[in-house]
C-alpha cells in the first residue's frame, strides 16, 4: 500500500545507481516528523519572499555531510530497504531534516522478497522521506532532489548511497531560510537496489513516489535530479536517461560551470541506473549526478575512508548553483 503525501511546500529529491564504465572527461572544469534536531537551526522561509538570503553555492558546510557518511555507513552500516536498520537510518535522517526546519513526511510503501546482489533479502515495509519548506504550491513549478537511503545487504554503502544523502542533508542545512529559483522538495528514496534482474525489481522508492503524484503535480514538476554515487572522484558524473538533447542536464552542466566545478559525462548512455529513471519512465525531467567507479562497489568494503570529502563539496555546490 503507498500512502498519500501531503504536498504542502518545496522539497529536495534525491537518486541513486549501480555501477558504471569510467566516465569520460568533458571540458567543463503522513505525520510530521518529531525526532528531536541534534542542533538549533535557522526556520526556513518560503522561496520569494523578501526576508530570504540568497542561495549560494559557498555556503554549503562539508562537516554536515561528511559526518552523515560516517553515521550511516560507519555507525549503522548495511541497510536494505525493508531492515530493521534500515528503518533506524530513516528515522535518523528525518531528525536531521526536521532540525534543519524542513516539514518531513513518510510515505510508506510495500517492498517485494528478492535477491540483491547474490542475497535472498526479505519482504516488508519500506518508508521514503519527504521534505518541504511549505512553499510548493498547485500548478506552480517546482524542483526535486532525491538520493537514496538503501543498500545491498553486504554493503555498509558509505559510498553506494551514503554520499547521496549526506549531500542531500547539507542541501536541505545550506537551503533553510534562502531563496531558491522556485521551491524545492528533498525525498530520501528507500528499496532503490535490486531485487532481481529487471527494471520492475528496481527503484521500489522511487516508484511508488511517482506513481503517489497528483496530475497537476506532475505538469508542474520542472525537473528532478538524483544523487547517487557522489562523493568518489574528481569530476562529478552528470548523466541523462534519454538519447539526444536533455534539457535538464544542459542546465545541471551550466550550473557546474557557474560554481566552478568540472563535470564528466557517464559511459553508461543512456543512464537508468538510478531513481531518475523511475520519473523518465514516467515522462517526467529526470537526470543523475554521481557514478565513478570504484573498487569498494557493492562490497563490505564501501566504508567511510572511501568517501572524498572534495567530492561532496563539488556535488554540493553544482545543487546549490542550479537551485539559486
Not at 186 to 200: K, N
Not at 202 to 219: C, D, I, N, Q
Not at 280 to 303: C, E, F, W
Request: with cysteine; proline share 10%; glycine share 10%.
Amino acid at each position: 500500500m503507498i500512502r498519500r503525501i501531503a504536498f504542502a511546500a518545496g522539497s529536495l529529491l534525491v537518486l541513486t545507481g549501480c555501477g558504471e564504465a569510467p566516465p569520460t572527461p568533458e571540458t567543463s572544469p503522513t505525520t510530521t516528523a518529531t525526532a528531536p534536531a541534534t542542533a538549533s537551526k535557522p526556520s526556513p522561509t518560503p522561496s520569494g519572499t523578501q526576508a530570504a538570503p540568497p542561495l549560494t553555492p559557498e555556503q554549503l558546510r562539508v562537516g554536515t555531510a561528511t559526518d552523515a557518511v560516517r553515521h550511516l555507513a560507519g555507525e549503522i552500516g548495511p541497510r536494505p530497504g525493508t531492515s530493521p536498520a534500515y528503518h533506524r537510518a530513516a528515522a535518523w535522517v528525518e531528525g536531521q531534516l526536521a532540525g534543519f526546519g524542513w516539514q518531513v513526511h513518510r510515505q510508506r510503501f510495500q517492498t517485494p522478497a528478492g535477491v540483491s546482489w547474490g542475497i535472498p533479502v526479505s519482504a516488508g515495509e519500506s518508508v521514503n522521506l519527504v521534505a518541504d519548506r511549505g512553499d510548493v504550491r498547485p500548478g506552480q513549478p517546482w524542483l526535486l532532489v532525491g538520493a537514496h537511503l538503501d543498500t545491498v545487504p553486504q554493503a555498509p554503502g558509505a559510498e553506494d548511497n551514503a554520499s547521496g544523502v549526506a549531500v542531500l542533508l547539507a542541501i536541505a542545512e545550506t537551503a533553510a531560510g534562502r531563496s531558491t529559483r522556485v521551491p524545492v522538495r528533498l525525498v530520501v528514496f528507500g528499496s532503490e537496489e535490486p531485487r532481481g534482474e529487471t527494471d520492475d525489481d528496481h527503484h521500489y522508492g522511487s516508484r511508488a513516489y511517482v506513481a503517489s503524484l497528483t496530475p497537476v503535480e506532475r505538469r508542474s514538476l520542472a525537473a528532478m535530479v538524483s544523487l547517487d554515487r557522489v562523493g568518489v572522484g574528481e569530476a562529478v558524473p552528470a548523466c541523462g536517461a534519454r538519447p539526444g538533447l536533455d534539457r535538464t542536464l544542459a542546465s545541471l552542466r551550466a550550473a557546474a560551470r557557474r560554481a566552478k566545478v568540472p563535470t564528466t559525462a557517464c559511459s553508461q548512455t543512456p543512464n537508468r541506473s538510478s531513481d531518475h529513471w523511475s520519473f523518465v519512465r514516467a515522462g517526467l525531467p529526470g537526470v543523475r549526478l554521481g557514478s565513478t567507479p570504484y573498487a569498494a562497489y557493492h562490497s563490505p568494503a564501501d566504508t567511510p575512508d572511501v568517501v572524498d570529502p572534495a567530492q561532496l563539496v563539488r556535488t554540493g555546490r553544482i545543487m546549490l548553483a542550479w537551485l539559486a
